[in-house]
């Protein structure tokens, strides 16, 4: 995957996730989001920091104790472990493309 | 800096490198040129392995035996540690804004 705004797959399903590089206790990945959000009774919660950029489309981002924003592309958010969060919608018409880096 | 496609300064004499997230042995950067390349007698070169993405703009990067390429929006490339390399252009009509991840 030389280009992360490129090389999507056919609409899934469900979103895609493919890791672009790890080394060093760091994991960069990228997400393509096609219309999904997350149920309200699964929220995301992973045991490290996560950074996520959006790098195409829009989204909503739902963080337990911080509230709702909107996010468009340049957009970046600082997710803390253990805090459970939900993407609210993502576009429908086109892809959303974001960039998570995992502090592992 | 909320968004990373925003918030430009104006145009600079030099590149505008400004710190996004630093933890654990990583620096997430932004870095913007406004039509600058490196001097082929003064390479950046830095100690350990960085990833760059380019998030807008153009620009031609030479890596050391590598040769060199062309970068669109959402190319990425792995740069070694120790490895002379030189942005050979960036736009001139536009800001290049890229993302660059240290693995300190």
Request: aromatic letters at 6%; a negative charge; zero cysteines.
């Amino acid at each position: 995957m030389s280009n992360l705004l490129d090389d999507l797959a056919p609409r899934a399903d469900g979103e895609i996730f493919t890791e672009v590089l790890a080394r060093n206790g760091v994991r960069i990945e990228r997400i393509v989001s096609t219309g999904q959000s997350t149920p309200a009774e699964k929220p995301f919660r992973q045991a490290h920091d996560e950074w996520v950029l959006l790098l195409a489309g829009s989204a909503g981002l739902r963080i337990e104790g911080e509230g709702e924003r909107d996010l468009r592309p340049g957009d970046h958010v600082l997710i803390a472990a253990n805090r459970a969060h939900w993407v609210t919608r993502t576009a429908k018409d086109e892809p959303t493309i974001w960039l998570a880096v995992h502090f592992t």
